[in-house]
């Protein structure tokens, strides 16, 4: 499997000052490639020069990328500093030719083929990347969150539906997904393939013009239905009373969501009229809505 060098610092490194219980995972400020238990897979871990909290950030690379790829896209381990957050770029479980796919049952990669039982279950693997980081000192359960680009926002949607006892909040960019397209009709998600166990905090972002993943739907076989239905579904799934007003920030970027939802866990959604099918997102405010958010 394909790995980028980025002359990353490694594990046998000189004793630094650490306060009890931090992570000791590498030496504050650094990014490095780490094994996650019996796994036989790893992660680049990035702990920040100042750390303050547990709190992790999983940042989930597109399709055919890996970890360094949406490390240098997304520019998360600026913003990691800047808030002192712990961010894991792990690869997906699926090797392709240029790098790597995630396992989402039922709809197919990019590559046209449906996982199967013989593919490795990339949900199962980020639940033992959490609990080996939190007995490591480099997790918070109660503060674990999901973001990821294109497929690795759809493997972040994903998470919501599957694994909300195990992530705070997610934070899809190009690629909110609120389960699988219906077969009987893919303009809407089957409401099957998305059964929360409790409600999750969204917050995705997207691009006005992204010919991958259009917002108003189509595409591929594992995209098809607009990304309103899934906002809608989130909403259905959290609770949630009231819609938000469309709105145009400053910035030129339209918001729209919805509040007065169960357990806090509010659904928004804004979208760079002018971006394509690239990292849309706005990294701080990213952060400021995942720090509002804990797990029960």
């Known amino acids: ?11 046998a490194l000189a004793a630094w000052a650490v306060p009890a219980g931090a992570c000791t995972l590498g030496a504050p400020g650094t990014t490095q490639r780490v094994t996650i238990g019996d796994t036989g897979r790893s992660l680049l871990l990035r702990v920040p020069a100042k750390a303050r909290s547990r709190a992790l950030v999983f940042a989930l690379h597109g ?35 240029k790098g790597f796919v995630w396992n989402i049952p039922g709809v197919p990669t990019v590559t ?7 593919d490795a279950d990339d949900v199962a693997f980020l639940g033992k990347a959490i609990d080996w980081l939190a007995a490591k000192g ?7 969150y999901a973001t990821g680009l294109s497929g690795g ?19 899809p960019v190009v690629g909110l997904r609120s389960g699988n397209p219906s077969a009987s009709d893919p ?4 409401a099957t393939t ?3 166990a409790r409600p999750m905090p969204v917050i995705a972002f997207a691009g006005g013009k992204d010919g991958t993943n259009p917002v108003e739907g189509g595409g591929a076989g594992y995209w098809q239905y607009p990304m309103r239905r899934a906002e809608a579904r989130w909403a259905d799934l959290n609770g949630c009373r009231h819609p938000l007003p469309e709105r145009t920030l400053e910035s030129g970027v ?17 979208i760079t009229p002018e971006a394509g099918h690239v990292w849309a997102a706005d990294n701080d405010a990213m952060w400021r809505f995942f720090a509002k958010h804990r797990r029960p």
């Not at 926002?153 to 934070?171: H, K, P, Q, T, Y």
């Open 1 to 11: 499997m394909r790995r980028q060098s980025l002359g990353f610092v490694g594990l």
């Open 63 to 97: 399709s055919g990328g890996d970890g360094a790829a949406i490390l240098a896209g997304s520019k998360l381990g600026e913003t990691a500093e800047r808030h002192g957050f712990i961010l894991a770029a792990p690869d997906a479980g699926i090797p392709v030719e």
């Open 112 to 118: 046209g083929k449906v996982p199967g039982p013989q």
């Open 138 to 144: 480099c997790a918070d359960r109660r503060r674990v």
């Open 153 to 171: 926002g759809r493997m972040s949607s994903w998470l919501g539906c599957v694994a909300s006892d195990r992530f705070a909040a997610i934070a």
């Open 187 to 190: 303009r809407f998600p089957d």
């Open 194 to 196: 998305c059964t929360p």
């Open 254 to 270: 339209i918001e729209r969501g919805y509040t007065d939802c169960r357990g806090g866990a509010a659904v928004v959604a804004r």
